[in-house]
Structures are given as C-alpha cells and as structure tokens.
C-alpha cells in the first residue's frame, strides 16, 4: 500500500494547501490511504465539522487530533456521528468520539487508525503506552488490519521514539505530531515500522508554528497579555511523510519525507515518481 501522512494543518493557509494540492497527489502517487493531522485547522484552535468534511473531500481518509480537540465546542457533538474524526486514545473512559478506528479506504483496504497524546511537558493522560497496545492487540496488522497509523501527539522526542520502538513489528507508522517543526529521522525501523519524530505541520512557515509572527515575538519580548494568537497569512507548505507497505505483512519498505510549498526545502518520495 502507498501511504501518506500529513502534520498538523493551521488554518486557512494549511487547509488551502491540503484542498489545492492533496487531489493531485492522491492521483500521482496512486495513494491509498491519507491520514493528516487536523488538531489546528479551524483558525488554529481545534476543528469544526464543515472543516473536517472539507478535508475529507479533498482525499483524507482520516484525521487525528491532539490537545486542541475540544477547542470548538461543537466538535464535542459531531464527532460521535464522524468515524473518520480520530481523538486521543488516552482521554478518561467516557470521552467523546473515537481514539482508534478501523477505516475503510477508498481503495478497498482497512486501516487501523490510532491518535495517542504524549504526557511529558503535556496535560497529564493515562497511560499511551498501554492505551495503544490494546487497540493493537484488537486489530493486529496483517491479520484484521492492511495497515496501522499511530500518531504520536507529544512534546518529546524521548517519548516520541519510545512509542516508535515499543511498537516496531505492529504498526506500518509511527508519525509523531504537535510540534510543528518537521524532523529529519524518518526511516524504517528494524522491525519493519516507519518512524518519523516529527511530521512538521501543514501551515504558513513565515510564522511561528503557523501564527503570525509578530504577536508571537511580542509575547517573548512583553510578558503581557495581547490579541488573539491568529494563523499566518502566506502560502502554506504541506509536510508529512510516504510510506510503502508490503501487502502481505503491512509493514514498511520505504519511506520518504515530503515537504511541498514554499519556505522549506521541497522533498517528496522520488520511488513513485
Ligand atoms: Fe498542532
Ligand atoms: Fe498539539
């Protein structure tokens, strides 16, 4: 299978990236399955339900959250009746919505898909550890699952490669998300998993983490209360990661970062060119 995963989208700039481009590339890389992180797409605070549909109509399968799932009220409602709308896994029993769902692609295959948050320098949660290796043991890879995504909300490269390694063997991806910058790591583990520390965000680079620069500056120098942290407005880059499975195990051959637009150096995975 040809899998692609994209970072955190932060606002307009990220979703217009997503919706202008990720067409294209569905077609281009005959993709089947996109799974892109959505925590930051309403004007950088959380997701709203026009929003998540506009997403999934411009080719996601799936979309992962993280510690701004809740920062729009209304996602509290609509994602009970949005399968393909992921939340963390480690949430309190209880929680609306879904932490891991088993997604039907496009084309024809299964997909696990898993959003799990870090606990270092983040609200304290229970246990990622044990929270993924219950949904795994449900849906093993290979036999009820064609694929496994895990995306690792966290702060911590520490923790970040922890998950990636405690899982090697079970999961197709390990991507970690939330910090916006993307990271140079990405590889095939030698259990068979593709890992990336960092998948970077889909959003406006001439920013800090995709807000305006400015207000963000002010803050560091003032330690004063200001306006509303507001998503840039420059053109977006998407950045994420391409991994090819092998349909019998699910587990990774080859991945490839990508990083497309303007501000980063471009990359994508040459093998499907
Ligand atoms: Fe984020
Ligand atoms: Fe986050």
Known sequence: MRLLFLGDIVGRPGRNAVIERLPGLRDRWRLDCVVINGENSAGGFGINEAICDEILAAGADAITLGNHTW???????????????????????????????????????RVLVVNVMGRLYMDPLDDPFAAVDRE????????????????????????????????????????????????ADHRVLPGGTAYLSDAGMCGDY????????????????????????????GEGTLCGIAVETDDRTGLAVRVAAVRLGPNLEETWPRFWD
Request: hydrophobic fraction near 30%; aromatic fraction near 2%; charged fraction near 25%.
């Open 136 to 183: 795994l043991e449900t849906c093993p890879l290979g036999q009820v699952a064609d694929a496994v995504i895990v995306d690792v909300h966290a702060e911590a490269t520490s923790e970040k490669q922890a998950m990636g390694h405690h899982l090697d063997g079970r999961a197709s991806l390990v991507v970690g998300t939330h910090t916006h910058v993307p990271t």
């Open 71 to 109: 920062d729009q009220r209304e996602t509290l409602v609509f994602i009970e009746r949005q399968p393909r709308l992921i939340r963390p896994v480690n949430y309190p029993s209880g929680t609306p919505g879904r932490g891991a769902n088993l997604i039907d692609t496009r084309s024809g295959h």
């Open 206 to 233: 001439d920013s800090v983490l995709g807000m305006q620069k400015e207000e963000s500056i002010r803050r560091f120098l003032q330690k004063t209360p200001g306006p509303r942290m507001e998503p840039g407005l």
